[in-house]
């Protein structure tokens, strides 16, 4: 029994599960090769109901709420962590757009995303650093009825298979610092835009790579917030992705030991099952408790944001526990899978993939500053 989902929740996980084995985990290990993320499985996704179900349904969503997204993404995870990129990116930035843009322009958008006909990435990563998201250096320069972009984003997911970006420039001074940085939507196909591809450890079939601008043109109606105001606003919607992250990476840990606990019960060791040893079976015992209290945690965050009630704190600890303790747990797994798991095969590709998670969307540093303002208040934690 779980204190944050009721049996529709429930049943909702159960329908996903089953089209996430049956459909995205043969995949896992070939998109993991050929770094090709499927357009078709995104519409039968999207088809299904399984992409930002708790987007209002005048946007094309179900109005599901948050909690119903969390349990689609964490069985999507389960089969493979890359393709539940498509949910992550579609939660996050659809709460961006349907909160802070233009109707007549993010509308149709947001319904090409839930439809899974369209993939959003978000732009704020620079070559300078991307921990100080504030100190942006990518400029936005009014002209006319336009915005002019030049300079250059890195590290972004889904870089080069993006169909329009949310994109952080700076449009005030650089002393400004968060107060000068504008949000804007812009569509990949815009004269002036072009990417490359990294050839990253893992996350592969999503993929990560660097946009470049050079005198891109966007509409002034594509602006999403208030000009200069565009990093405050929007920031706000990164404690729902943080909650999500963390449910996608305790989903791989949490196959790892399912697999891992199977494995040990049937190998034998000098006469017995390796379960039998302490040394085994403790260490999983350890992981598998933590695993279902971080997975409590990022639930918790989830049903606080769909009551309306602040959750930056429990947010902020679900993005620097839970891919820790992912990455603890399938290495763990792996080792108890002794040559089997160093082999290339699932194992080591969950280990590739989770890593990724605490470089990426918040170091642990500044998930730990967030929660100490929050307790102590902003002032006594001065950035």
Same mark, same amino acid.
């Given at each position: 029994?779980?204190?944050?989902?009721?049996?529709?929740?429930?049943?909702?996980?159960?329908?996903?599960?089953?089209?996430?084995?049956?459909?995205?985990?043969?995949?896992? $290990?070939?998109?993991?090769? &050929?770094?090709?993320?499927?357009?078709?499985?995104?519409?039968?996704?999207?088809?299904?109901?399984?992409?930002?179900?708790?987007?209002?349904?005048?946007?094309?969503? $179900?109005?599901?709420?948050?909690?119903?997204?969390?349990?689609?993404?964490?069985?999507?995870?389960?089969?493979?962590?890359?393709?539940?990129?498509?949910?992550?990116?579609?939660?996050?930035?659809?709460?961006?757009?349907?909160?802070?843009?233009?109707?007549? #322009?993010?509308?149709?958008? @947001?319904?090409?995303?839930?439809?899974?006909?369209?993939?959003?990435?978000?732009?704020?990563?620079?070559?300078?650093?991307?921990?100080?998201?504030?100190?942006?250096?990518?400029?936005?320069?009014?002209?006319?009825?336009?915005?002019?972009?030049?300079?250059?984003?890195?590290?972004?997911?889904?870089?080069?298979?993006?169909?329009?970006?949310?994109?952080?420039?700076?449009?005030?001074?650089?002393?400004?610092?968060?107060?000068?940085?504008?949000? @804007?939507? #812009?569509?990949?196909?815009?004269?002036?835009?072009? &990417?490359?591809?990294?050839?990253?450890?893992?996350?592969?079939?999503?993929?990560?790579?660097?946009?470049?601008?050079?005198?891109?043109?966007?509409? @002034?109606?594509?602006?999403?917030?208030?000009?200069?105001?565009?990093?405050?606003?929007?920031?706000?919607?990164?404690?729902?992705?943080?909650?999500?992250?963390?449910?996608?990476?305790?989903?791989?840990?949490?196959?790892?030991?399912?697999?891992?606990?199977?494995? #040990?019960?049937?190998?034998?060791?000098?006469?017995?099952?390796?379960?039998?040893?302490?040394?085994?079976?403790?260490?999983?015992?350890?992981?598998?408790?933590?695993?279902?209290?971080?997975?409590?945690?990022?639930?918790?965050?989830?049903?606080?944001?769909?009551?309306?009630?602040?959750?930056?704190?429990?947010?902020?600890?679900?993005?620097?526990?839970?891919?820790?303790?992912?990455?603890?747990?399938?290495?763990?797994?792996?080792?108890?899978?002794?040559?089997?798991?160093?082999?290339?095969?699932?194992?080591?590709?969950?280990?590739?993939?989770?890593?990724?998670?605490?470089?990426?969307?918040?170091?642990?540093?500044?998930?730990?500053?967030?929660?100490?303002?929050?307790?102590?208040?902003?002032?006594?934690?001065?950035?």
């Amino acid at each position: 029994m779980n204190p944050y989902l009721d049996e529709d929740l429930v049943s909702l996980a159960d329908h996903a599960r089953r089209f996430a084995t049956d459909r995205i985990a043969p995949g896992f $290990q070939q998109r993991d090769r &050929t770094r090709v993320l499927e357009r078709q499985l995104m519409r039968e996704m999207g088809e299904m109901g399984f992409i930002a179900p708790e987007l209002p349904e005048r946007f094309g969503g $179900q109005g599901l709420g948050c909690l119903a997204a969390g349990v689609i993404h964490e069985e999507i995870a389960r089969a493979d962590l890359s393709i539940s990129y498509i949910n992550l990116l579609a939660s996050l930035n659809s709460q961006i757009l349907s909160h802070h843009g233009r109707p007549e #322009v993010v509308a149709p958008w @947001l319904r090409k995303l839930v439809a899974g006909e369209a993939l959003c990435a978000i732009a704020l990563t620079e070559p300078r650093g991307g921990s100080d998201a504030g100190n942006l250096r990518l400029k936005v320069e009014r002209s006319g009825d336009h915005y002019v972009i030049n300079g250059e984003k890195t590290s972004i997911s889904a870089a080069d298979q993006a169909d329009i970006t949310v994109v952080f420039g700076r449009t005030g001074t650089v002393e400004s610092a968060a107060h000068g940085v504008t949000a @804007l939507l #812009v569509p990949m196909d815009l004269p002036g835009v072009t &990417t490359n591809r990294f050839d990253c450890h893992g996350q592969r079939a999503i993929g990560r790579g660097s946009i470049f601008f050079e005198n891109v043109r966007v509409p @002034l109606d594509h602006r999403l917030g208030e000009e200069n105001k565009g990093f405050v606003q929007v920031m706000q919607g990164f404690d729902f992705s943080r909650a999500l992250i963390g449910l996608q990476v305790l989903a791989v840990a949490r196959v790892a030991l399912e697999e891992t606990w199977s494995h #040990v019960a049937e190998r034998q060791a000098f006469g017995r099952p390796l379960s039998a040893f302490q040394g085994v079976s403790h260490p999983l015992a350890d992981f598998d408790t933590q695993v279902e209290a971080a997975r409590l945690l990022c639930l918790q965050a989830l049903w606080l944001k769909d009551k309306g009630a602040p959750h930056s704190a429990e947010a902020a600890m679900c993005k620097w526990w839970a891919p820790k303790l992912a990455y603890d747990v399938v290495h763990q797994c792996l080792l108890m899978h002794g040559h089997g798991g160093y082999d290339r095969g699932p194992m080591e590709q969950r280990l590739r993939d989770v890593l990724g998670f605490q470089i990426g969307d918040g170091t642990a540093q500044i998930m730990k500053t967030i929660i100490a303002r929050t307790r102590a208040g902003r002032h006594a934690v001065p950035a």
